[in-house]
């Protein structure tokens, strides 16, 4: 027998991040084992083992009724906003979330999102403060979706050299909370390739297909709010500065 992938399908039916379609599949209609409990969330983070046909991974699996209530943002769920995250990258063309869909679990409706095996021999630390293309895409990423909580621990580095984020419950407020770790391009010019992903990303807003998914998401505020803060960023196209009357870096920064 071949060795699994951890990108795409491997010869035991495994599945990985590189294989959207088949994991969207899996992550959708596969059987959900809970196997344990990210302790250090916040909210209930459960991992899982899911199972559909002869596919197999891991998932991350928050149910809505493990959420805390958060002041800031009193609308909607969380697992609706990693969801929608998961729904702008993908428009992006980026792929920075992991596969992501919202479904019924275990302990009712719910984010299931495939699990990444990041590669540990990597700097997180390191990766969060330098220059690294894949890095900066997520700091063009998190100004979309207007990220309150980019920490170094939201970071997943693969061996493959793609970077993939975690953890986007607290993104899409229509007030500026962005609150992030990766300030570092603050005031720069956008790369060429940032406004090229910008650009899909509006003309997908335009056809109104993307306005309609996201609706079923996040609020009618949020949604127009997202598309004003694209707007603003081809208008001006520079990394935006930290806000000046909300903390810039989240708690604790990793």
């Given at each position: 027998m071949s060795q699994p992938?951890?990108?795409?399908v491997g010869g035991d039916g495994s599945v990985g991040p590189a294989?959207?379609?088949?994991a969207i599949r899996l992550l959708q209609h596969g059987e959900i084992t809970v196997e344990g409990r990210l302790v250090a969330a916040t909210n209930a983070t459960l991992y899982c083992a899911i199972e559909f046909e002869d596919l197999r991974a891991n998932c991350v699996y928050k149910p809505v009724s493990g959420e805390r209530?958060?002041?800031?943002?009193?609308?909607?769920?969380?697992?609706?906003?990693?969801v929608a995250a998961y729904v702008?990258?993908?428009q992006m063309g980026w792929r920075i979330v992991p596969p992501?869909?919202?479904?019924?679990?275990?302990?009712?409706?719910?984010?299931?999102?495939?699990?990444?095996d990041h590669d540990p021999d990597v700097d997180v630390l390191?990766?969060?403060?330098?220059?690294?293309?894949?890095?900066r895409r997520m700091a063009v990423f998190d100004a979309v979706v207007n990220n309150a909580d980019r920490k170094v621990g939201?970071?997943?580095?693969?061996?493959?050299?793609?970077?993939y984020g975690c953890d986007h419950g607290v993104c899409f407020s229509d007030e500026y909370k962005l609150r992030t770790v990766l300030w570092q391009w603050r005031g720069k010019d956008l790369t060429g390739e940032a406004v090229e992903a910008l650009q899909r990303l509006r003309h997908a807003f335009a056809r109104d297909g993307l306005t309609a998914r996201l609706r079923a998401l996040l609020s009618e505020e949020e949604v127009e709010a997202t598309v004003g803060r694209v707007d603003l960023m081809l208008k001006h196209r520079i990394h935006p500065y930290p806000p000046e009357d909300w903390p810039a870096i989240p708690w604790p920064p990793v």
């Open positions: 992938s951890r990108y795409g294989d959207v379609e088949t209530p958060l002041w800031d943002f009193p609308d909607g769920t969380l697992a609706g906003r990693e702008i990258s993908e992501t869909v919202h479904r019924d679990g275990p302990f009712g409706p719910g984010m299931v999102q495939l699990w990444i390191a990766l969060s403060r330098g220059d690294d293309p894949a890095v939201h970071l997943l580095p693969t061996a493959s050299g793609h970077v």
